[in-house]
Structures are given as structure tokens and as C-alpha cells.
């Protein structure tokens, strides 16, 4: 009668590791420490951190063009002021959504010379697209299709650096100068005035403003010259002048575009 046979030792098998959905597969290479000499290894480094980051430069360049269409197939639009899309915000005037232009486009085509130029060069390259900032200091530039782009982009950003909770941070828009014109209209800054007691020097009273980032200020909702005071201290002809800021008219908040 043949031995019978031992069951072989069953193992419970060890769960495969998944790699993080953030990070890029050549970042993800490892480069052994003797897989030749420092030169080659220094490069083999430096080439997976540029094929890393091509694909961000590919996403960006990718947003600009498609901003740059919708700009040219809504040139003159009376809804969206030749943005493409409009931006909505809330009552204290902070942005709180993106949507598509509802109106028809005035252009069916547009030349790819001219979608080229306008995603390349100049100062309206971004025009139409949303970056965010935190308080933190860390910040995007426009470079984001719509807000729900740079709003998971900022979460991400708290997830790594600030574990998943809010601080604050906001995402901001580049519009045309046609939508950033119909602003509504401003109530008039209170005149400045001469302030003869304050018992401080011309160097202390001018110390009295506030610094703040751009970056900063936009994730605070807060005015970047004044950094929220609404007054600013100078001093002139041995005058010391407190006067009104001139680009958020005293109430301290961050320039809102429509």
C-alpha cells in the first residue's frame, strides 16, 4: 500500500501592494546604487525626472489650447464676455463654481495657427484657465481646464501636507479684460486724511502696513496691498496720512471678477 501523500502547506498569499495613483511610473523606477558609475546614474536620474514631469507640461499645454478655442469661437460673446465659460461666485463675492458659456459660439472654426499662437505666446496664454493657492504658501498658477481641476488639485495638496483637512486654501481664475471690465459699480473710497496725533514717528507709521503674499491673499479672500486692513499708513511733507486702499475701496476683501 503506497504512503500516503502530506497536503501540501497551504500560505495566505501576501496582497499585492498597489502603487500610489499620484505617483508617476518613472518615479516609480528604482536606480540600484552600483548599476555602473555616478555619471551614469546621475543622468539615468535626471532623465526620469523630466520624462515625469512631461506629462504635466502635456496636461497644460492641453488646457491652453482648449481655452484658446473657446476664446476664438466666442470672440464678441454678450454672455461670457469671450471667456468661453463664465465663472460663478458667491454672496461674499469668492469664486464658488465654473460652467461652459450657454450661448452659441459666434466661430464654427478656427485656424490652428491661430489656437497656436494664442496658447504660446503672450500675456492671454492662460486666459480662462484656474489655479489655486493655500495658505500655506504653496500655490499653481492658471493652468486648469475648470474648478473642479483645481479643486482636486488643492485637495490633494491638503491631503499630502496638511492630512486631508482644510485650511482655507481657494482656487482663482485669469478672465478676458472684456469680463474683468463688468465689475459692478464700486462705492466711492472715503477721502484720506491727515492724522496729526498719533505720537509715532514717520518710520513707525508707515510700519503699521501689513505685508501678505498675492498667493496668500487669494486663499484668504483678502485684499494683497492692504492685506486685509483696508487703510494704508504713509507718510508725505512731514504729514503722516492714513488713506483708503485704493484697490479693494476700504472693506479689507480680495478684487472678485465676474
Known amino acids: 500500500m503506497p504512503a500516503k501523500r502530506a497536503p501540501a502547506r497551504r500560505t495566505t498569499a501576501k496582497p499585492r501592494r498597489k502603487p500610489s495613483a499620484r505617483s508617476h511610473p518613472a518615479r516609480r523606477v528604482k536606480i540600484p546604487k552600483k548599476a555602473g558609475p555616478l555619471h551614469a546614474r546621475l543622468g539615468a536620474k535626471l532623465a526620469l525626472v523630466a520624462v515625469s514631469h512631461l506629462d504635466t507640461h502635456t496636461d497644460l499645454l492641453r488646457s491652453r489650447k482648449d481655452a484658446a478655442i473657446l476664446r476664438a469661437t466666442h470672440e464678441g460673446c454678450p454672455t461670457c464676455k469671450g471667456n468661453g465659460q463664465i ?3 458667491g454672496k461674499d463675492g469668492s469664486f464658488t463654481g465654473s460652467k461652459p458659456c450657454p450661448a452659441k459660439p459666434t466661430k464654427q472654426r ?3 495657427w491661430a489656437v497656436y499662437k494664442a496658447s504660446r505666446f503672450g500675456a492671454d496664454k492662460s486666459t ?3 489655479g489655486w493657492a493655500c495658505p500655506c504658501g504653496k ?3 492658471p493652468r486648469y481646464r475648470d474648478a473642479r481641476m483645481a479643486t482636486k488639485a488643492l485637495r490633494a495638496h491638503e491631503k499630502k501636507k496638511h492630512g486631508g483637512q482644510t ?3 481657494a482656487w482663482y481664475a485669469q478672465t478676458t479684460d472684456a469680463a474683468a471690465a463688468q465689475q459692478p459699480a464700486q462705492t466711492k473710497p472715503v477721502p484720506s486724511k491727515v492724522v496729526t496725533d498719533s505720537g ?5 507709521w508707515i510700519k503699521k502696513n501689513k505685508s501678505i503674499s498675492p498667493g496668500k491673499a487669494i486663499a484668504a479672500g483678502k485684499c494683497w496691498m492692504c492685506a486685509g486692513e483696508g487703510k494704508l499708513h504713509a ?3 512731514n504729514q503722516q496720512i492714513l488713506t483708503i486702499c485704493p484697490t479693494c475701496t476700504g472693506d479689507g476683501k480680495a478684487p472678485t471678477a465676474p
Open 110 to 112: 478656427v485656424s490652428k
Open 128 to 130: 480662462g484657465l484656474v
Open 139 to 141: 500655490k499653481e498658477k
Open 235 to 237: 507718510a508725505f511733507g
Open 167 to 169: 485650511v482655507g486654501g
Open 200 to 204: 509715532l514717528t514717520d518710520e513707525q
Open 87 to 89: 465663472f460663478t461666485k
